[in-house]
Each structure stands twice: as C-alpha cells, then as structure tokens.
T-cell receptor, first 114, second 116 residues
C-alpha cells in the first residue's frame, strides 16, 4: 500500500521568501503524484500533477514540483510566496492502476506574513 | 468541466439519528467515487471506494454498517451516517473519477456534519 510523508508540519515565511515543501512517498510501483491546496474555509484545489514525462511540472499560481524517482520525492516549490498563499498544502499519491484512490499526506500549514 | 457537488454543505443532527450526504458529478460520468473524512487540521482519510453498481470497498477501521455508501448511478453517490454520535462530527469530502480518466480525482466542496 502507498503512504505519503510530509515532513514540514507548519512553515512560516515572510512575503517574497522562497518556499519548498517536502513530500516523500512509499510505493514499489509506478505512481501518479499530486499537490492540492486548501485555503481557509474552502475546498481542495489541484495545484499540479505528475503522471509521466518531464519530472519538473508547473502548476497554477506559480507553483512547481519536481519528481525525483530515486528519492521517492515530489517537493513543491515557489520562488516568491505571497500572503495569499497562506493555506494548507497536501501531497497525494495514487498507484498507476485504474480504480486506486488518492492517498494523502498529513498536510503542511503555510503561514505567510506580509 | 469536472465539477463535483455535495449536498448539504452543512448539517446538524441529534445523536442517534441518521444523515444522508449526496455527492454528484455534474458534467461527467463518474465510474468511481471516493469518500474521505477530514478532521480539523488533519489530512484526508480515505473511508471507502465505490464503483457504480457494486458494493463499496471500505478501508480498514471504517464501519460499513455505520457509514452506508450507495453508488446507484454514474453521477450520484450517497453516504449515510447511521445512528450518528458526536464523535462522527467531521468534514466529509467526496471525490469522483471520470470514466475516461484512470488517475485524476475531482473533489467536492465537502459537508460539515455536527452531531449534538
């Protein structure tokens, strides 16, 4: 079974600082990788996803993530955060098989001060 | 496209009663739907996976007699919390996978259940 680890529980940054949130997964087969964001009081939104191909994927709002297969990692990055990026960020994985559900990490709370 | 709705968005019920939550895919056919539970400041915990026309598959530790899931059509799945107790209070989120999508899930806005 897959599992997902997000090592940063709460990250506090000032505006314009760079962001990197760690995500590691555990699964022996091929996986699909996702990052979701949940703004306060709102539902989950997809930031970006990786299925195959270029391991550096770009998502919405200036976010990107890099899949490093040898490290089982899919870290999320943003060069310069804004106050509006304050939210909960979830990394998720599913096995590359039809019908399998997304398994989520515990989430990272990002607080950006202006 | 790929919109998933949930109804109701919030519900308050008394202990011992049952509550039904609906999840609809509005503009696509969902062959598979998933139900998650999210506690405050916590991640989403997968409760069950349901395929249209067949019985749901529950995750370990989730009581299937308490959380009844029905996926009667390609656009509708329901979660019924039977004999609800205060500890069932939580945020329930459904997601749906389209017929032509093997991997991507589209999430509903969630239902806040409060049991008094």
């Amino acid at each position: 079974a897959q599992s997902v680890s997000q090592h940063n529980h709460h990250v506090i940054l000032s505006e314009a600082a760079s962001l990197e949130l760690g995500c590691n997964y555990s699964y022996g087969g091929t996986v699909n990788l996702f990052w979701y964001v949940q703004y306060p009081g709102q539902h989950l939104q997809l930031l970006l996803k990786y299925f195959s191909g270029d391991p550096l994927v770009k998502g919405i709002k200036g976010f990107e993530a890099e899949f490093i297969k040898s490290k089982f990692s899919f870290n999320l990055r943003k060069p310069s955060v804004q106050w509006s990026d304050t939210a909960e960020y979830f990394c998720a994985v599913n096995a590359n098989q039809a019908g399998t559900a997304l398994i989520f990490g515990k989430g990272t709370t990002l607080s950006v001060s202006s | 496209g790929a919109v998933v709705s949930q109804h109701p968005s919030r519900v308050i019920c008394k202990s011992g009663t049952s509550v039904k939550i609906e999840c609809r895919s509005l503009d696509f056919q969902a062959t598979t739907m998933f139900w998650y539970r999210q506690f405050p400041k916590k991640s989403l915990m997968l409760m069950a996976t349901s395929n249209e026309g067949s019985k749901a598959t529950y995750e370990q530790g989730v009581e299937k007699d308490k959380f009844l899931i029905n996926h009667a059509s390609l656009t509708l799945s329901t979660l019924t919390v039977t004999s609800a107790h205060p500890e069932d209070s939580s945020f329930y989120i459904c997601s749906a996978r389209a017929r032509d999508s093997r991997y991507e899930q589209y999430f509903g806005p969630g239902t806040r259940l409060t049991v008094t």
